[in-house]
């Protein structure tokens, strides 16, 4: 009896784990042919579009946004898109359009959403602003791109997609492995939490 009950209880976890797990997945997998990993693969877009994440009080780049935000230069000196868009809250997005300016790009290519509280004000900024016109590359981390992919195809627009890791910033720091592994692990774990939400429509 007390087999039996392990045996279930077993069943149980795993089969909770893969439902877990089962839309990130799926999306994942869907999303593969849209995500570019080598900038000179990518097509020619009208627009790069940087998602933005969480600027502290003191104007501090976080590695992840400034990633992003050096992908998004990549891209636009290899000639594969004519402007660039950053997209957070009002006072992060100034934050990086400076950070872009900082480095060169001129303020006519730069297009600022100040509006993006989360990943689908992104999308939804885009699509109430430019309607479904432009060709687009969307820009951030590789955990993040398949949600982004997918509740910006709900909002009604679709691009390619590159990793911002991609771009290789050569002076990023050295972790310890088991720091780099929870980490991951941890963002990972998020994802899959928030892609269930977009899928039933609780995160929007």
């Known amino acids: 009896m007390r087999k039996l009950v392990k045996r279930y209880a077993l069943f149980i976890i795993i089969s ?45 780049i976080s590695l992840l946004l400034r990633e992003r935000l050096e992908a998004g230069i ?7 898109a004519e402007s660039i868009v950053v997209s957070n809250t009002e006072y992060a997005s100034v934050v990086m359009a400076e950070y872009l300016l900082a480095a060169g790009i001129s303020k006519d290519r730069i297009e600022i959403d100040t509006a993006a509280d989360k990943t689908p004000d992104t999308c939804t900024n885009e699509i109430n602003t430019h309607g479904d016109n432009r060709s687009l590359i969307f820009v951030s981390q590789g955990y993040h791109l398949p949600r982004l992919l997918y509740q910006c195809r709900r909002a009604g627009i679709t691009g390619i997609a590159f990793p911002a890791e991609s ?8 972790y310890p492995i088991t720091t780099i592994l929870l980490t991951r692990a941890g963002r ?17």
């Open 167 to 174: 771009a290789q910033i050569s002076d990023r720091p050295a």
């Open 188 to 204: 990972y774990t998020r994802e899959a939490s928030l892609t269930w939400l977009a899928c039933l429509g609780l995160y929007r």
């Open 74 to 80: 990549a891209i636009l000196d290899a000639g594969k």
């Open 16 to 60: 909770a784990v893969i439902l877990f797990w089962l839309p990130w997945t799926l999306i994942s997998v869907t999303s593969s042919d849209s995500i570019i990993r080598v900038i000179d693969e990518l097509p020619v877009a009208d627009a790069v579009i940087i998602f933005g994440t969480r600027v502290d009080d003191t104007g501090e």
